[in-house]
């Protein structure tokens, strides 16, 4: 192992020839290649894989098993015996133990591999915190919504009295005019008010007044797997850092109208500020952003989101007078 990491140290660090190497060890090309190409001796290799008569058949099944468990909780989901038990019921002849190298092999080839993600101008991640704010004496918990464009760290902070359909949709159209442009792609979680059903994989059933949203303003939508919110990491980092640096101490308001505009600006300050690994501030990016953004064209607002604020405030009104839920 040591003369292993020898060569590949020589080769490709201090840069030595290949052919030097061969000189002076007298090793075979196709040797020093896999050397080259693997950290550590990758052992006995078959080229082909043995055939498994039995259980050959089955591993389709055991994939759609492992599969269909991803939508299910991590407490009941099949264990490799499980799966064993309903192959031998479907006429499974095999062993058990097949089945669990099988079942393990699978599972290792599901595994996700998590790299570092180039993220692309133009677009944008989303999602819903909740924080307390103090109100005419009154600690409230209320829903804050937040944009961030994962290219730039540019962020969009706005709270609202309650997650719904009508706040939702409020919520994109004040972050688009402050963006100034549309993001090409937005990425969400699998919130009930967008998403109504999970059909499998990156197939979503949307919600009608979603589709409104998303026809009107011509985004193209990314949904995180089930349990996957690593999927949307940027803007779930930028909700602990928007409630710790936006929302630490409690606010204390009279109405929300106020804190908005004072979130609001607190983004655009933020915007002067240059992360660790970025190559200038983020206002700069931020351009190259709006760069890559859909054209607005017209459709600042969407139109019957007008509506929506109505009831909106009416609620407001409602919930001041202590008649809302």
């Not at 991803?70 to 192959?87: G, N, S």
């Not at 990156?202 to 919110?229: K, Y």
């Amino acid at each position: 192992m040591d003369r292993w990491a020898s060569i590949r140290r020589r080769v490709l660090v201090e840069g030595v020839s290949k052919r030097q190497i061969l000189r002076e060890t007298g090793i075979h090309w196709t040797t020093l290649e896999k050397i080259l190409s693997h950290s550590e001796p990758p052992g006995y290799r078959t080229k082909r894989p043995r055939p498994r008569p039995k259980l050959g058949p089955c591993l389709d099944r055991i994939r759609e098993i492992i599969e269909a468990d991803q939508a299910m909780p991590r407490k009941q989901r099949h264990t490799a015996k499980r799966i064993f038990e309903r192959l031998k019921e479907e006429g499974y002849t095999g062993g058990y133990t097949q089945v669990k190298a099988a079942v393990r092999e699978i599972r290792q080839q599901r595994q996700e591999v998590f790299v570092p993600l180039e993220h692309r101008p133009g677009e944008a991640q989303m999602d819903v915190g909740h924080a307390l704010i103090r109100q005419d004496g009154r600690l409230r918990k209320v829903p804050f919504f937040v944009f961030v464009l994962p290219y730039s760290d540019a962020l969009y902070v706005q709270v609202f009295e309650r997650s719904c359909q009508e706040t939702w949709a409020e919520a994109h159209n004040r972050a688009f005019a402050f963006f100034g442009g549309v993001p090409r792609r937005m990425t969400y979680d699998n919130d009930s008010v967008l998403v109504t059903k999970v059909l499998g994989g990156r197939d979503r059933r949307l919600s009608r007044w979603f589709r409104s949203l998303q026809s009107h303003f011509l985004f193209e939508t990314h949904f995180c797997r089930v349990q996957r919110g690593n999927e949307k990491g940027v803007v779930e980092s930028m909700v602990k850092y928007a409630r710790l640096n936006f929302l630490v101490p409690v606010p204390e308001v009279s109405d929300l109208a106020t804190l908005n505009a004072e979130l609001e600006e607190r983004c655009r300050a933020d915007l002067e500020r240059r992360l660790r690994g970025k190559p200038s501030k983020k206002a700069v990016l931020f351009e190259d952003d709006r760069a890559a953004f859909l054209p607005m064209d017209g459709r600042e607002h969407l139109r019957h989101v007008t509506v929506a604020q109505t009831e909106v405030t009416a609620y407001t009104a409602l919930l001041a007078a202590g008649g809302a839920p």
